[in-house]
């Protein structure tokens, strides 16, 4: 089975721009997570999705945004960049929602 | 008091060795717990899950879980130079309502294995 995909593995964006990154599942997840990845915070959760419906949301302010497609790919967007949004981008999918599988994650440079 | 917590390390193991990696967390109610790897400049990888009370073993890797004293541990054992890496202990907490999607990990633990 195919891994998870991340589109694109690297984004250098510019101060009050927005991002929109891709993920797709391994073929069989419904369950959708994303988390950021920063040298001072680590690993923090931002938002669940499942059969197209957002079940969970983590502490981010609401320029994090994200959806998921009937076929469980799923977008996250971050409108109005700042210079501390810059970080690994990751999701992670999930069959029996235990257990999650990340992808290899976006690298988002703010300047 | 952070909810899940790690000693950030570094830890060093000679080749050969057992390395072990412990994790505590706070919430009661955490139901899964996972370890993953990160190499550096790579995303995590999972390589064990835990659900129940006791020791589960997978190849060179044992993890152990205690659920009345809120800790979860990973030994590796025949520790190889491959083996360093940034290890994360993660923890899924199951509300009422159903699994949450949400991961907590703790800060990592880095180890380093010397030839």
């Known amino acids: 089975k195919a891994g998870v995909t991340q589109t694109p593995r690297y984004l250098i964006k510019t101060r009050g721009q927005q991002v929109t990154l891709s993920c797709s599942p391994i073929?069989?997840?419904?369950?959708v997570s994303w988390y950021q990845q920063t040298p001072g915070q680590g690993l923090q959760f931002l938002f669940e999705y499942f059969s197209e419906t957002q079940r969970n949301k983590g502490n981010f302010p609401g320029r994090f945004s994200g959806r998921q497609f009937s076929n469980s790919r799923s977008e996250m967007n971050v409108s109005t960049l700042e210079l501390g949004d810059s970080a690994l981008y990751l999701c992670?999918?999930?069959?029996?929602?235990?257990?999650?599988?990340f992808g290899p994650g976006t690298r988002l440079t703010v300047t | 008091q952070k909810e899940v917590e790690q000693n950030s390390g570094p830890l060093s193991v000679p080749e050969g060795a057992i390395a072990s990696l412990n994790c505590t967390y706070s919430?009661?109610?955490?139901?899964?717990f996972f370890w993953y790897r990160q190499y550096s400049g790579k995303s995590p990888e999972l390589i064990m899950s835990i659900y129940s009370n006791g020791d589960k073993e997978d190849g060179r890797f044992t993890a152990q879980l205690n659920k009345a004293s809120q800790y979860v541990s990973l030994l590796i054992r025949d520790s190889q130079p491959s083996d360093s890496a940034t290890y994360l202990c993660a923890v899924n907490i199951i509300k009422s309502s159903g699994n949450t999607g949400k991961l907590i990990f703790g800060q990592g633990t880095t180890l380093q294995v010397k030839p």
């Open positions: 919430d009661r109610g955490s139901q899964s």
């Open positions: 992670a999918s999930s069959y029996s929602n235990y257990e999650q599988y």
């Open positions: 073929s069989g997840h419904r369950s």
